[in-house]
């Protein structure tokens, strides 16, 4: 059977979302996102310095920087929706997506007004259709036909309003207007490939844990099938012997309850043998799952952890970072596993979006009364607190102390 510590390394090369990598996928996102707002700032730039060019007034120049403004302040909502999509949308967009939409068509139509460049009437529209959760065969035409459009509009204007003497001056601000989309949804793409792995990494972590437990399972069958036969072979020989031999019968019922103790202490191995994640693992192992559900997670961890009784603090950070999980609804979370005097002292502590005191008894009823039987079982103490919207909890446990499994 594979070792629980050793599924955790091994997830852990494999690409597991942990640390690295759950920190990763935020910081792409930023830097996603900071791309289409710059390419959308550069373009807007790029109008007011060919208008420049042109010899426009500064009225001209103005309204045009504040249209373009307005435009790129009403993308940053379908930017941010955008980090959530499904890529599944069937049905019509509402009225978060209407209202960014029809700014981008006033965007367009003022400027157009002013400058009469229909690259300028179409891109703020174009631009913000690509922002939207379109599913990806849907996705593709529309920039095929979005770019083909802008192109032919950038030859309409340089044969009309750019035409003449110069009218070469203009490739930059043709060129980037019109592949403005097309680059956009290349940097929505990378986005959305890196989903992608990342979410093949969780199935991947999911499917290590179901196999860990069909291991765990084929063991407990194998071992509890093996003595329960046994045991039934021996009873069903006492039973026949008991009228004739009593003393055979007698010994056959012996070796049944040997059987038995033989079960149990196979049973007992075999829990013991997969639990017995060293502590400074499991703590990593709590801070990885904490950091793959998207919250800045730490762990302090004394450099004798390894000694503290594992049988007691395992399942006591297994559950809290479930509750973390469960009811935390934060964002940060901080593990600490330190041994000062005569006694260990674990820690987890993580803000919560909820203000409403029953948190505390919600909490309560999802597994930590069952810790504090088990602590209090060895001579420890458990303390649930809430102060300032951080959620608390601590387990001290004299040295020395273990539960028995």
């Known amino acids: 059977m594979t070792h629980p510590a050793d599924s955790r390394r091994a997830s852990d090369t494999t ?14 996102w930023w830097y996603t996102a900071s791309a289409v707002v710059f390419f959308e700032v550069v373009i807007v730039l ?6 420049i060019q042109r010899g426009e007034q500064a009225a001209t120049l103005l309204v045009v920087s504040a249209a373009g403004l307005i435009w790129i302040a009403s993308t940053l909502p379908l930017v941010r929706t955008y980090r959530h999509r499904t890529g599944e949308t069937t049905s019509l967009p509402g009225r978060s997506v209407l209202v960014p939409l029809l700014v981008a068509v006033a965007a367009g139509a003022v400027v157009f ?18 922002l939207l959760d379109w599913p990806r065969p849907v996705r593709l035409r529309l920039v095929i036909v979005v770019t083909v459009l802008l192109v032919c509009l950038w030859g309409l204007d340089v044969n009309g309003t750019f035409a003449g003497p110069g009218g ?3 490739f930059v601000f043709g060129f980037y207007t019109s592949v403005l989309p097309l680059m956009t949804v290349f940097s929505l ?5 890196l989903i992608a792995l990342d979410r093949a990494r969780i199935s991947e972590s999911r499917l290590a844990a179901a196999e860990e437990r069909l291991s765990v399972a084929t063991d407990v069958h194998d071992l509890q099938g093996h003595h329960l036969q046994v045991i039934a072979l021996q009873l069903e020989l006492a039973e026949r012997l008991l009228p004739d031999d009593r003393d055979a019968a007698l010994q056959q019922l012996r070796a049944a309850r040997v059987s038995v103790d033989d079960a149990r202490q196979g049973t007992r191995d075999l829990a013991t ?8 693992d499991e703590l990593a192992n709590a801070r990885d799952l904490l950091r793959a559900a998207g919250m800045a997670a730490d762990t302090r961890v004394s450099p004798d952890a390894a000694g503290a009784p594992a049988s007691i603090f395992g399942p006591v950070i297994r559950e809290t970072t479930t509750n973390v999980l469960r009811h935390g609804g934060g ?55 809430t102060d300032d919207g951080e959620f ?14």
């Open 15 to 28: 690409g597991r979302p942990g640390s690295t990598t759950a920190r990763g996928v935020v910081a792409t």
């Open 46 to 51: 790029i109008w007011v310095a060919t208008l």
């Open 113 to 130: 007004s002013v400058s009469g460049l229909w690259l300028m009437l179409a891109l703020p529209l174009a631009q913000s259709l690509q």
């Open 168 to 170: 070469g001056d203009y």
């Open 189 to 193: 793409w990378w986005w959305d490939v």
């Open 273 to 280: 043998r997969f639990r017995s994640v060293p502590l400074p």
């Open 331 to 385: 964002r940060r979370a901080a593990l600490a596993l330190t041994h000062g005097g005569e006694q260990w002292r674990y820690e987890i502590r993580n803000d919560t979006e909820e203000s409403d005191p029953m948190i505390l008894a919600d909490n309560r009823g999802s597994g930590l009364d069952g810790i504090a039987r088990r602590v209090g079982a060895a001579g420890g103490s458990l303390t649930v607190t």
């Open 392 to 405: 608390r909890v601590v387990v001290t446990v004299p040295d020395g102390q273990a539960v028995r499994a």
